[in-house]
């Protein structure tokens, strides 16, 4: 293991993130119990925290402080046994944690529940000096986003003064098209200012997500070939053993293309997109992001697949199909898959298609994106026994297995000139100390230091759902799919595989393992 970067990866000892007062809205909900508190224990462990540091978890649930503290210790303890989240629970930094932790019980519409607020967050900025910071985090459902902003307004609350700062994170869904989210925006750009919005996309607190531009920008080797001359597609996927769950109401009216696209999937794209920017700035990472957006051609329904699973065996086990989903119509028409081609309009990326796939009860969790560079020339091999060269494709792994690995041609040692397809790997785990994380952890420090890099501008949202608007709209009124028309287990439906074979290329099986290509026999 390389010593230097083992340790300065595993260095918890860092800046403090300022004085705070943080209030959770749907604090007795899961994103609260399964993310932002693991979060915050996590950071607590690191020593991120400050000792000024406090919690004011809001809900409709008739809750003690006592029972939220315990609801929250008892899902950590199920997400250590489960293997989801925290490696296990720091005593030390949970006693702190909960210590520092009040439920206070409101309706979020209830212009009351802000009076008391106001009179907690006083409170603890007196007791804990936070200095009049407060963080509100929003864990709610995407209709409370406005109401509660405007009663936060309404109070006062959101008023800056001096260096005292007011910020809002607002979880994922943001709208559910162009119009919604464009109406979203201007309503809460009412009330707060830009730079006090933190709109998360989670996919960014996904460290290999983080390294891309990294990669891209830190090293001379990759920015030379990374344009139209040199690369020949890419490919984006983010594929899932998991169904919709627990979640068939929300998926309802929510669907795959909604779900992921014009967020996490293009999330993924920007990171391997933009133009570099001037600076790790957040606007001007962000400006680089919308110009990136703004360039992607609206997507055609010719160009764009979308799926619904039928039952079938995922990992070895028997599921159903969507429609037999708890809260799922029998006849539902949502997909579950989805499939695209886009094509970026910029001197970079002109002619260069980007392959998008996502879905849900496929073989393999991987979510991954490999850019494929073109051909070399053959003329070398022209009189020798070698048919066909494998690609050079660099393979960026975001989970599971983080990491990377470049595919290339080597010769098969021997008297005569064979040809194998070999690769180099890098793993984060051969480097790096595995840090315990549940994806939370960068985003909330960041946000409560104020740097909105990882965060979406507005315009930024409102360019991503511009690219998908037109194919939202056209499967919302064509006629219906014919639904299920792939198996749960299987990589898709047949369609997708249609799509990209329309140019002569093949997606990349769903969750291989990695690095080692198979030799040729
Ligand atoms: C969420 C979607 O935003 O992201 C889910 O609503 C999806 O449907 C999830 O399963 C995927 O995130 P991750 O981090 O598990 O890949």
């Known amino acids: 293991m390389n010593e230097t970067v083992a340790k300065s990866a595993s260095d918890a000892s860092g800046r403090l993130a300022p004085p705070v007062n943080m209030a959770i809205f ?29 919690i004011i978890g809001v809900d409709h649930n008739g809750l003690t402080t006592d029972a939220w503290r315990q609801s929250l210790a008892d899902e950590m303890r199920s997400l250590v046994q489960t ?27 209830d212009s009351g529940t802000y009076r008391e607020l106001k009179a907690l967050a006083a409170g603890h900025n007196h007791e804990a000096e936070a200095g009049g910071n407060i963080l509100f985090y929003l864990a709610t459902a995407d209709r409370f986003f406005c109401p509660i902003i405007k009663q936060l307004g309404q109070a006062g609350l959101t008023k800056q003064s001096g260096d005292a700062w007011r910020r809002v994170v607002i979880e994922k869904p943001f709208g559910h098209d162009f119009p919604s989210a464009e109406a979203l925006n201007e309503g809460i750009l009412k009330i707060l200012s830009e730079d006090q919005i933190y709109r998360i996309d989670h996919f960014l607190g996904k460290e290999p997500v983080q390294n891309i531009m990294v990669l891209r920008f830190a090293n001379g080797i990759f920015e030379p070939m990374w344009n139209r001359d040199h690369i020949d597609h890419v490919q984006i996927t983010a594929a899932e053993t998991v169904g919709v769950e627990e979640r068939g109401r929300f998926y309802e009216r929510t669907g795959a293309l909604r779900d992921m696209v014009p967020n996490h999937l293009f999330q ?31 997507i055609r329904p010719e160009n764009a697949v979308r799926g619904q699973y039928g039952a079938g065996t995922v990992l070895g086990r028997p599921v159903k199909a969507y429609r037999d989903e708890e809260d799922v119509a029998s006849d539902s028409t949502t997909e579950t898959y989805v499939a695209l081609k886009l094509a970026i309009d910029n001197w970079r990326w002109a002619g260069v298609p980007f392959y998008l796939r996502t879905g849900k009860h496929l073989p393999a969790r991987s979510t991954e994106i490999a850019i494929q560079f073109r051909q070399a020339p053959y003329a070398l091999f022209r009189d020798t026994p070698i048919e066909r060269l494998p690609p050079n494709i660099l393979t960026l792994r975001i989970q599971p ?23 180099m790997n890098f793993s984060y ?9 549940v994806g939370y952890e960068t985003l909330i420090y960041d946000c409560l230091n104020g740097d909105a890099s990882l965060f979406q501008r507005a315009d930024t949202v409102e360019a991503a759902w511009c690219a998908v608007q037109g194919l939202i709209e056209a499967w919302a009124s064509g006629p219906a799919p014919g639904f299920p028309n792939y198996a749960s287990g299987s990589a898709g439906p047949a369609e997708a595989d249609r799509l990209i074979a329309r140019d002569r290329r093949a997606w990349r099986p769903i969750g291989r393992a990695q690095p080692r290509m198979e030799p040729k026999a």
Request: proline fraction near 7%; glycine fraction near 8%; charged fraction near 25%.
């Open 83 to 109: 293997g989801r989240g925290a490696e296990q629970i720091d005593n030390q930094a949970w006693t702190w944690l909960a210590g520092r932790m009040q439920y206070l019980r409101g309706d979020f519409t």
């Open 268 to 298: 993924l794209l920007a990171m391997i997109a933009i133009e570099p920017p001037a600076s790790f700035d957040a606007n001007a990472v962000r400006r680089k992001k919308t110009e990136l957006f703004q360039a992607v051609h609206p």
């Open 401 to 423: 297995d983080e990491g990377l690995s470049v595919s290339f041609s080597a010769k098969r040692p021997g008297p005569e000139i064979k040809i194998d397809g070999v690769a």
């Open 429 to 437: 785990r051969d480097y790096f100390e595995p840090l315990a994380a």
């Open 26 to 54: 749907g604090a007795a909900g899961d994103l609260t119990k399964r993310l932002v508190v693991p979060a915050l224990h996590n950071l607590a462990r690191a020593g991120r925290l400050p000792r000024e540091f406090s």
